[in-house]
C-alpha cells in the first residue's frame, strides 16, 4: 500500500474521529437538560398530588397521610446502592426502618421492591443481582416489623434504567432499589 | 506483512487520540486483514424489463466480507464479467489480484427469478461449479444470501450460515413511552419483523434448534418468565412462572430440554426442564448467582456464569451432577458464555478496567483472545456454522448490533433501524 493511501486513510480517520467526538458532547449536553427538564416537572407534578392528598379538594379525608408528608422519612422511595453489591448502605436504613415500622403500623399494606442495576454487567446476571439487592431491603424490613407476606421482590436487572448517559453518575442513579406501595393502609 | 504494519501503525494513532476505538472505525482499521482470500463478484447480469429488486452481486459481496475470510475486490476494478462459464478468461481476474471470482445472471419466469451463477478458481484456472436456484420475485434477497452459502461452501469446505435469520430485541422510547419487540431479521440485519410488543421488557431471546421457535423472558405480567414462541404460527404459551426469576432459557442441542436460571428456592441457580413435561431437575446448589447457562453440542455439559468466588466467572459442570470448574481468570469478571457449534472454544463477555468486552477461550489449551474493544460488547450469539459472532454494544449510548469474525479481525455494525437493538440469537440452519 502506498504512502498517499496512508495519509489518504489517516485523515479521512481523523475526519471520522472529529464527526464522532462532536455530537457525544452536545447529545449529553442536551440529555442532561432534558432530564433536569423532566425532574422539574415530576416534582412540581409530585407537590400537586400532595397538595391534594392533604385534603385542599372538597372531599377529601382530612387526615394527613404520612406517606405524602414531604417532611417524613417514608417519602423517601430510592435505595441506593454500590457497583456490583447489594449491601445496604447505612445512611439508607433509618428510611426504611421508618417503612418497616409503617407497615408493621398498617397490616393490609402492601410494598414492592423493585431492584435495578447498572448496564456494567451482563443483562442476566444482573437480573440476578437486581433481585439480590430487593431482596437485601427485604431482610432489613421484615427485621424491623413489616411481614413478609407485605412485601412483593421483583427484578428488572438493567432494564429499565432512569439515567442514560454512560458515566458513573448515570449509572449510580440506576443501581437502586424502587419502593412502590401496591396498597398504602 | 505491510497489511499487519500499517493496521496497528493506525491503531496505534487512534488510541493516542481518543483511548478507545469506536465501532464505526473498527470497520475502516481492519480492512484489508493479511490472509483474506481476494474474491470479484460481478454484478449479477439482469435477464429482463426494468431493474431486478436487488443487488445480488452486491449482497454476496458484502456477505462475503462480514465473514473476515474474503477480501471482496472493489466492482469498480474488475474487468468485465464474462456472458456466461465458456467465456472464463482467468489471466484478466488474476491480472486484479482475484483468486476466485464469482459470476451470474438472473432472469424472471412467472413469479420466480431464475438466478445462475458460477464459481471460478482463478489461480487452478477452473469453474469449481455452476448453479441455478429458483427464487420466488418477492424474496430475492434471501435468494443472494443462499447464493452466498453456496459459494462460500464452495470455497472454504464449510457451510455458509448467511440463510440463517437473527432474533433480537428492539427497544423505542424513554420512560413511560418505552416499548421494546422482539424482531426477526435477515442475517444482515435486513427484513425485520416484528413478532412481539410489549410495554414491559422482553430478554434473552434464543432459538430452539429446529429453527421455528424461539423462546425469551418476557416482563408482561410485570415480572420475568419464560415463554416460548412459534416464529411461523405465532403460537405463544409460557413456560415459566415461578416465585422470583425466571431467566436465561438455552435450549439443549436435541430440542428436549432447556436449560434456565431460576431463583424459586431464594438464590438464582440453574435448572434443566423436560419440555415434552415440564419436570424440572436442579443442576446447581448454590447461595451465589448462578445464571446464563449454555450447552455444550453433545448435549454433556453445561456452562454457565457463578459469582460464587466473590466476581462473575464462568464455570463448566458435566450433567447430570459433576463438580462444576472455574474456567475464567482473566479480567475482573466474565458472564455470558457462547458455545461454538463444534464446542472447541467458547465466546464470553470479560469484564475488565476498559469496560465489557467479547473474549474467546479455546477449551483445549484454555488459551484466552480478546475479540472486541468496545465498552459495552454483550450477549455473543455465534453463527450455526460458527464462522461469525453477532452481539450488543453501542454508538455514542445508542444500543446497536455488531458483529466479529471468530478470529476477531473483522468488525461491522448491523443496520438498524430507529431505536435501539440488543441481545441477538442467530438462528440454526
Redo the contacts between chains.
Keep these: 500500500?502506498n504512502t498517499t493511501i496512508?495519509w489518504a486513510?489517516?485523515i479521512?480517520?481523523?475526519g471520522?474521529?472529529a464527526a464522532?467526538?462532536q455530537?457525544?458532547r452536545d447529545?449529553t449536553e442536551a440529555e442532561r437538560q432534558a432530564a433536569e427538564a423532566?425532574a422539574e416537572a415530576a416534582a412540581a407534578e409530585q407537590a400537586r398530588r400532595e397538595a391534594e392528598a392533604r385534603g385542599l379538594g372538597p372531599d377529601r379525608d382530612l387526615r394527613a397521610d404520612p406517606l405524602d408528608d414531604p417532611q417524613s422519612l417514608l417519602a423517601e422511595r430510592l435505595v441506593y446502592f454500590d457497583f456490583?453489591r447489594d449491601t445496604v448502605r447505612p445512611e439508607f436504613v433509618p428510611m426504611l426502618e421508618a417503612h418497616a415500622r409503617y407497615l408493621s403500623q398498617n397490616s393490609g399494606a402492601r410494598l414492592r421492591l423493585e431492584g435495578h442495576t447498572d448496564?456494567?454487567?451482563?443483562?442476566?446476571?444482573n437480573?440476578?443481582?437486581g433481585?439480590?439487592r430487593a431482596q437485601a431491603v427485604r431482610r432489613i424490613m421484615t427485621l424491623n416489623g413489616a411481614r413478609d407476606a407485605q412485601l412483593d421482590?421483583?427484578?428488572?436487572?438493567e432494564?429499565?434504567p432512569v439515567a442514560?448517559?454512560?458515566t458513573e453518575e448515570s449509572w449510580a442513579r440506576n443501581r437502586r432499589v424502587e419502593l412502590v406501595y401496591e396498597v398504602r393502609r | 506483512m505491510?497489511?499487519r504494519t500499517?493496521q496497528i501503525w493506525?491503531l496505534g494513532?487512534?488510541l493516542l487520540?481518543?483511548g478507545q476505538v469506536?465501532a464505526?472505525?473498527e470497520v475502516?482499521v481492519t480492512e484489508?486483514v493479511t490472509g483474506a482470500i481476494p474474491v470479484a463478484v460481478t454484478q449479477f447480469a439482469w435477464d429482463g424489463s426494468g431493474q431486478p429488486s436487488e443487488d445480488v452481486g452486491q449482497i454476496v459481496g458484502a456477505n462475503l466480507t462480514r465473514s473476515g475470510l474474503f477480501d471482496v475486490l472493489a466492482r469498480e476494478r474488475l474487468p468485465r464479467a464474462p456472458d456466461g462459464p465458456d467465456s472464463f478468461l482467468a489471466e484478466s481476474w488474476a491480472a486484479v489480484g482475484a483468486e476466485y471470482l464469482v459470476s451470474g445472471r438472473m432472469r424472471p419466469e412467472g413469479g420466480q427469478v431464475l438466478v445462475e451463477f458460477h464459481v471460478f478458481d482463478v489461480l487452478a484456472n477452473q469453474r469449481l461449479g455452476g448453479f441455478r436456484i429458483p427464487v420466488p420475485a418477492d424474496m430475492l434477497r434471501r435468494g443472494a444470501h443462499r447464493v452466498s452459502d453456496i459459494v462460500y461452501e464452495q470455497i472454504t469446505g464449510d457451510k455458509g450460515a448467511f440463510s440463517a435469520r437473527i432474533a433480537y430485541v428492539g427497544v423505542t422510547g424513554?420512560?413511560e413511552e418505552?416499548r421494546f419487540s422482539l424482531e426477526v431479521a435477515d442475517s444482515d440485519g435486513a427484513n425485520p419483523r416484528t413478532l412481539y410488543r410489549s410495554s414491559q421488557?422482553i430478554?434473552?431471546p434464543e432459538w430452539a434448534p429446529g429453527g421455528r421457535e424461539l423462546v425469551y423472558v418476557s416482563?408482561e405480567n410485570?415480572?420475568?418468565e419464560i415463554f416460548r414462541h412459534n416464529v411461523e404460527t405465532g403460537a405463544r404459551s409460557s413456560l415459566a412462572s415461578f416465585s422470583?426469576?425466571n431467566?436465561?432459557p438455552a435450549w439443549s442441542p436435541d430440542g428436549t430440554r432447556l436449560a434456565m436460571?431460576l431463583?424459586r428456592d431464594g438464590?438464582?441457580n440453574i435448572y434443566v426442564m423436560d419440555v415434552e413435561t415440564g419436570a424440572l431437575s436442579q443442576i446447581t446448589r448454590s447461595n451465589a448467582?448462578d445464571?446464563?447457562p449454555a450447552w455444550s453440542p453433545d448435549g454433556q455439559t453445561i456452562y454457565f456464569?457463578s459469582?460464587r468466588a466473590g466476581?462473575?466467572q464462568i464455570y463448566q459442570m458435566r450433567l447430570p451432577d459433576g463438580a462444576a470448574q472455574r474456567l475464567t481468570f482473566e479480567g475482573s469478571?466474565a458472564?455470558?458464555a457462547a458455545v461454538a457449534p463444534d464446542g472447541k472454544s467458547l465466546v464470553y463477555?470479560q469484564?475488565g478496567q476498559g469496560?465489557?468486552r467479547l473474549a474467546r477461550m479455546d477449551l483445549d489449551n484454555r488459551r484466552v483472545t480478546l475479540l472486541t474493544s468496545g465498552?459495552?460488547d454483550?450477549?455473543p450469539s455465534f453463527a450455526p456454522n460458527g464462522s461469525m459472532i453477532i452481539y450488543s454494544t453501542?454508538d455514542?449510548?445508542r444500543g446497536i448490533l455488531g458483529s466479529v469474525s471468530r478470529d476477531g479481525r473483522v468488525h461491522q455494525r448491523l443496520a438498524a433501524r430507529s431505536g435501539e437493538v440488543r441481545?441477538p440469537a442467530w438462528s440454526p440452519l
Design positions: 500500500m496512508r486513510l489517516v479521512l480517520m481523523a471520522l474521529l464522532c467526538a455530537p457525544k447529545l423532566a456490583d448496564e456494567r454487567g451482563t443483562r442476566e446476571y437480573l440476578a443481582l433481585e439480590r421482590v421483583i427484578s428488572y436487572g432494564e429499565m442514560f448517559t454512560q | 505491510k497489511h500499517l493506525l494513532i487512534l487520540a481518543t469506536s464505526v472505525l475502516t484489508g424513554r420512560g418505552r421488557p430478554m434473552s416482563f410485570r415480572r420475568s422470583g426469576i431467566s436465561a436460571a431463583s438464590t438464582p448467582i445464571t446464563e456464569t459469582d466476581s462473575p469478571s458472564g455470558a463477555v469484564g469496560g465489557l465498552r459495552y454483550k450477549s453501542t455514542r449510548g441481545e
